[in-house]
């Protein structure tokens, strides 16, 4: 009938309280995880899906309002991203449609194949919070356990007013996957524990094997993948062809798993 109502009556405060009630009931489940993984690029969503896939309990924090960094914009603002064999096998695995543009050279949308591996990770389990920047690092007995964290608002606030006290959230990993600028080793380096080489000119056929050759662990509870290995490393930069980002993350994770494994069997032995 005309005028008749098509939805459910639910009134403004039930949207607010389902909003605040299930967002705090699973910030506070995850105030203490397996992996905390700090950026939701591709590697970094790549990792995430691997490990939360495992059985890890696994969140990812992303300091922007979107996911997927350079994965979903693609080149120079047209939205078309690049990959090189072997990683086919990973696009047919999270099913992203792509093309063969000359042999080993594969083509694909990207905001289709960053929409896809975002739900593969959120279908395996981990949970992202957004619009969250890391600002310290916890780190206990010589290794890294966790990250302390603030809105990313906070820190366009003015001084005289942004004072806001961050919190923390624990963790038996974290990775660094924040990209170009590698900011959770930099919290080691601007104390004087490690030191970056900065990141080198683009060179398409030696970066991503290389990035992927140097993902791993650079301090106890602390990995790098994704573009965070070439900042550590010096290694070149590859542009928007994403093979070894999603390679690195694969990577990452297969480590984290391992190092965990051990741990826990160390643990059991004890």
């Known amino acids: 009938?005309?005028?008749?109502?098509?939805?459910?009556?639910?009134?403004?405060?039930?949207?607010?309280?389902?909003?605040v009630s299930e967002f705090?009931?699973?910030?506070?489940?995850?105030?203490?995880?397996?992996?905390?993984?700090?950026?939701?690029?591709?590697?970094?969503?790549?990792?995430?899906?691997?490990m939360a896939s495992s059985?890890?309990?696994t969140v990812v924090i992303e300091s922007n309002n979107y996911l997927g960094g350079g994965f979903w914009a693609g080149g120079y603002l047209m939205n078309k991203v690049t990959f090189r064999a072997p990683t086919e096998e990973i696009l047919e695995e999270l099913d992203i449609p792509h093309k063969e543009i000359e042999p080993g050279h594969f083509v694909s949308d990207s905001p289709h194949a960053c929409s896809r591996l975002i739900a593969a990770a959120c279908d395996a389990g981990a949970k992202i919070i957004n619009t969250t920047r890391v600002e310290d690092l916890v780190v206990r007995e010589d290794a890294v356990r966790g990250v302390?964290?603030?809105?990313?608002?906070?820190?366009?606030?003015?001084?005289?007013?942004?004072?806001?006290?961050?919190?923390?959230?624990?963790?038996?990993?974290?990775?660094?996957?924040?990209?170009?600028?590698s900011r959770i080793v930099g919290h080691l380096e601007r104390?004087?524990?490690?030191?970056m080489l900065g990141e080198a000119n683009m060179w398409v056929e030696r970066s991503e094997?290389?990035?992927?050759?140097?993902?791993?662990?650079?301090?106890?509870?602390?990995?790098?993948?994704?573009m965070a290995v070439a900042t550590v490393y010096?290694?070149?930069?590859?542009?928007?062809?994403?093979?070894?980002?999603?390679l690195s993350g694969r990577k990452a994770a297969k480590l984290v798993i391992e190092a965990l494994a051990e741990m826990k069997s160390e643990k059991t032995l004890k």
């Open 209 to 226: 094997d290389k990035v992927v050759e140097k993902t791993g662990f650079v301090y106890p509870g602390l990995l790098v993948a994704g």
């Open 191 to 195: 104390r004087g524990i490690l030191t």
């Open 24 to 50: 705090l009931a699973e910030f506070l489940d995850y105030v203490e995880s397996d992996v905390i993984v700090v950026g939701a690029g591709p590697s970094g969503l790549m990792a995430a899906r691997d």
């Open 1 to 19: 009938m005309k005028g008749e109502a098509i939805f459910a009556p639910v009134s403004e405060s039930a949207v607010t309280r389902a909003i």
């Open 234 to 246: 010096g290694l070149p930069r590859m542009g928007p062809t994403f093979g070894g980002m999603l």
């Open 148 to 181: 302390v964290i603030n809105w990313s608002a906070v820190s366009y606030m003015p001084k005289a007013i942004g004072c806001v006290d961050p919190v923390a959230i624990e963790s038996k990993v974290v990775i660094d996957a924040s990209g170009h600028q």
């Open 55 to 57: 059985g890890l309990k």
